[in-house]
């Protein structure tokens, strides 16, 4: 299921992420209830973006996601602190940011996700309908903490800071990059599994990028995405 993201989120958005992305001027945010049986929602508040979700994993050959995203070509760099995170299932349930071909669940994708007790670590599918990996434990971290993604070609690197300034390629497994033939338009966001029957959320906040946002909560006050990144 896909749909427009709460008018809490935003009602009208144009958006640019990184000096070479292009992304659809004018666009809305959108959430989409990645794979069957995902349940779950996404809402702004002053600076802040909470995501919650009931979902399967995002593994193996397709996934069950709550995924907060826009449309975006060529290269892209972003970024965003997780400010709180509370799953469901601490050892496998995962956040994060993530770069998709599509909302297909079957989508190749790159995700720098969080697991609370399996640590913080890239995962990816590099081709449609592929397997999901690696499959061994991540990195340990410290909440809050910063993730990046960039995508440069076809090649995609996860960072992370604490301080949202000096940044370290991070990933884990088989390390911070991987090469992932996209084509078109891609979607890029911010991801959150349950992996769990119970519900699982996540504050987002701190955006990086170059952004222009309009944003209608639904208090009918308006912010803008350099509101977003500068607000504490």
């Not at 990996?133 to 690197?157: E, K, M, Q, S, Y």
């Not at 955006?207 to 912010?223: C, D, I, M, N």
Request: glycine fraction near 12%.
């Amino acid at each position: 299921m896909q749909t427009m993201l709460h008018k809490s989120m935003c009602l009208a958005i144009c958006c640019i992420i990184g000096l070479a992305a292009s992304v659809c001027m004018g666009a809305e945010w959108q959430t989409a209830q990645i794979g069957d049986g995902t349940q779950g929602d996404a809402t702004i508040t002053n600076s802040e973006i909470t995501v919650n979700a009931i979902t399967g994993d995002i593994w193996g050959a397709a996934d069950t996601a709550v995924y907060v995203y826009q449309e975006a070509s060529g290269d892209v760099d972003f970024s965003a602190r997780v400010k709180e995170y509370n799953p469901s299932n601490p050892g496998w349930g995962k956040a994060g940011l993530m770069i998709r071909q599509s909302v297909d669940a079957d989508a190749a994708n790159a995700f720098i996700n969080l697991t609370l007790e399996n640590g913080l670590k890239l995962i990816h599918r590099d081709t449609v309908g592929g397997d999901t990996g690696p499959g061994d434990a991540g990195v340990a971290f410290d909440l809050p903490i910063h993730l990046r993604l960039t995508r440069t070609g076809n090649r995609i690197t996860a960072f992370t800071s604490q301080d949202g300034s000096a940044w370290q390629e991070a990933g884990g497994g088989t390390g911070p990059s991987a090469d992932i033939p996209m084509t078109g338009p891609i979607v890029v966001g911010l991801a959150l599994s349950s992996n769990d029957a119970a519900s699982a959320s996540i504050v987002f906040d701190r955006f990086g990028g170059t952004v222009a946002t309009s944003v209608e909560p639904q208090e009918k006050l308006t912010t803008t995405w350099a509101r977003l990144k500068t607000t504490d």
